[in-house]
């Protein structure tokens, strides 16, 4: 079975702070991507990337950058946290084909105060 | 405006009462869809892939179908284990060949 291990369950951290989000997966998947989910407006995809140390924007970057070094770990980080990022966020790898599904991992509850 | 719609948002059914998720997307094209179950507070957990219209998938209680313009997916004889919320995610052509989530449905089962 896939297995996508986000580092935290739950993380409060202050407005301006910068906050790491990591996440590893351990089959060897090309792409990877990061999600937040708020009640009512679904899964909103953040960044994505297809390979190491490749990067594309997704539909909701602003506030976001993202680190890809090794091939199982995808990193989101909020440059400088606002509590407009409060949410639930969500880390997902797929193998290569566009028509593989993703496997998520179970995500990191994150407040900002 | 979404070019995803699930309906309905939120489903009650009593043990045993079977009915159906919609799921309907307005942009041609599709290049795949898939269906997720997520139990609350856990991530999407991967249920179905279909790729072309006709094509139907089925695990335990859950059959999933397609068309050009929607999936459904039903549900016999439902159980209180199957309460969760049931994402779809049309892979739409064009774009970044990233799946399109909808908001989910919501399915409570009474025993």
């Known amino acids: 079975d896939v297995k996508v291990t986000q580092s935290s369950r739950y993380l409060v951290k202050r407005t301006g702070e910068k906050v790491f989000l990591e996440c590893v997966q351990d089959?060897?998947?090309?792409?990877m991507f990061w999600y937040r989910q708020d009640p009512g407006l679904g899964l909103r995809l953040i960044y994505f990337?297809?390979?190491?140390?490749?990067?594309e924007k997704g539909d909701i970057p602003e506030g976001y950058s993202v680190s890809r070094e090794k091939k199982e770990r995808f990193s989101l980080i909020l440059e400088s946290a606002s509590t407009n990022q409060t949410s639930m966020y969500l880390c997902a790898s797929r193998y290569g084909g566009i028509t593989q599904p993703q496997h998520f991992g179970d995500g990191t509850r994150l407040s900002i105060l | 405006e979404d070019q995803v719609t699930q309906s309905p948002e939120a489903l009650r059914l009593q043990e045993g009462e079977s009915s159906s998720l919609n799921c309907s997307y307005t942009v041609s094209g599709l290049r795949g869809l898939f269906w997720y179950r997520q139990d609350p507070g856990k991530g999407p957990e991967f249920l179905f892939t279909?790729?072309?219209a006709g094509e139907e998938k089925e695990k335990e209680r859950l059959k999933a179908t397609l068309t050009k313009k929607e999936s459904f997916l039903h549900i016999t004889a439902p159980k209180p284990e199957d309460s969760a919320t049931y994402l779809c995610a049309p892979l739409l052509s064009g774009g970044s060949y990233i799946p399109t989530f909808g908001r989910g449905t919501s399915l409570i089962v009474h025993p």
């Open positions: 279909l790729y072309s």
């Open positions: 990337s297809y390979d190491v140390k490749m990067k």
């Open positions: 089959m060897d998947h090309e792409n």
